[in-house]
């Protein structure tokens, strides 16, 4: 099974921050990764597929980038509605995994 | 305006079955593969199994092979999973989500979610 560990697990970030998360993957995966935004109690959103291809409907400053077995997720100004809980997925081979997540939170 | 609804959570016992059920609306669901994911209160994600959309390719995390079946209706655009010889670590909420390998990605990421459907396993 392909593990996918996401660091930081936790971070604190103010409104207007550029932030950053990384996922890496066990073994690589080519760019077949996606990254999912979580607020509390509610489904998850795709923001990110393809390693860098942003969601239709998701703002430009979130993007994508990475290949083989170091991704990153960047949020360029880390806006209000930001916080929330991100996860990569990977679905290169089944099982499909997801990593442990990075929960962003107001400094 | 895709839909995903889930139905069928609750409180069981531990070795007891469950059936949640799914419906899709606002898409061809006849065309797409579909996933459930589930997660453990506090916890992050998990895939628990996914289904194209013939029915022809499955697949099951090792966690519920053996004890889950995917299944689905096309004729009522509706997704379903069985669930047997509940455990008290299956306690979820389990999300329902629409399948896509937009980009040529070999297998399916999930576009749209529906809200979740909460089961406890609990005496």
Do not use: H
């Amino acid at each position: 099974d392909i593990q996918l560990t996401q660091s930081p697990s936790f971070l604190s970030a103010s409104v207007g921050d550029r932030v950053t998360i990384t996922c890496r993957a066990s073994q690589g995966i080519s760019t077949y990764l996606a990254w999912y935004q979580q607020n509390p109690g509610k489904a998850p959103k795709l923001l990110i597929y393809a390693a860098s291809t942003l969601e239709s409907g998701v703002p430009p400053r979130f993007s994508g980038s990475g290949s083989g077995t170091e991704f990153t997720l960047t949020i360029s100004s880390l806006q209000p509605e930001d916080f929330a809980t991100y996860y990569c997925q990977q679905v290169n081979s089944y099982p499909l995994t997801f990593g442990g997540g990075t929960k962003v939170e107001i400094k | 305006e895709v839909q995903l609804v889930e139905s069928g959570g609750g409180l069981v016992k531990p070795g007891g079955s469950l059936r949640l059920s799914c419906a899709a609306s606002g898409f061809s669901f006849s065309s797409r593969s579909m996933i459930w994911v589930r997660q453990a209160p506090g916890k992050g994600l998990e895939w628990v199994s996914s289904m194209d959309s013939s029915s022809t390719y499955i697949y099951y995390a090792d966690s519920v092979k053996g004890r889950f079946t995917i299944s689905r209706d096309n004729a009522k655009n509706s997704l379903y999973l069985q669930m047997n010889s509940l455990r008290a670590e299956d306690t979820a909420v389990y999300f329902c989500a629409r399948g896509d390998r937009r980009g040529g990605l070999p297998f399916s990421m999930s576009d749209y979610w529906g809200q979740g459907t909460l089961v406890t396993v609990s005496s």
